[in-house]
């Protein structure tokens, strides 16, 4: 079983940029897909960006895409968003998850969430 640990949330200024790790322990990552999402107060989680591990390709929702950037390091197993352009809006607790590529649509471990706050 895949275990994810985030971390690297906080406090920023609008326009300013965070980077959050995502630490996978428990298996290696070659066959999962790594989802980043996130959930601001009072709304539902919404679905921000993923990397297929293999493959690496990385499809971001609209309303990230071109501020924030998925990566992966495989020598430590763990997924980097690098969020750059913050507005307020961004603010949200921000999750890593993961899926087995190949044989589940749905994301079924998770990580603990990270805290990202966007001041204007």
């Known amino acids: 079983q895949v275990h994810l640990v985030e971390s690297g949330g906080g406090l920023v200024q609008a326009g300013g940029s965070l980077r959050l790790s995502c630490a996978a322990s428990g298996r290696t990552l070659s066959a999962y897909t790594m989802g980043w999402f996130r959930q601001a107060p009072g709304k539902e989680r919404e679905f921000v960006g993923s990397?297929?591990?293999?493959?690496?390709?990385?499809p971001y929702a609209s309303s990230v895409k071109g501020r924030f950037t998925i990566s992966r390091d495989n020598t430590k197993n763990t997924v980097y968003l690098q969020m750059n352009s913050l507005r307020p809006e961004d603010t949200a607790v921000y999750y890593c998850?993961?899926?087995?590529?190949?044989?589940?649509?749905?994301?079924?471990?998770w990580g603990q969430g990270t805290q990202v706050t966007v001041s204007s």
């Open positions: 990397i297929n591990w293999s493959t690496g390709t990385t």
């Open positions: 998850a993961a899926r087995l590529t190949l044989t589940s649509r749905d994301y079924n471990v």
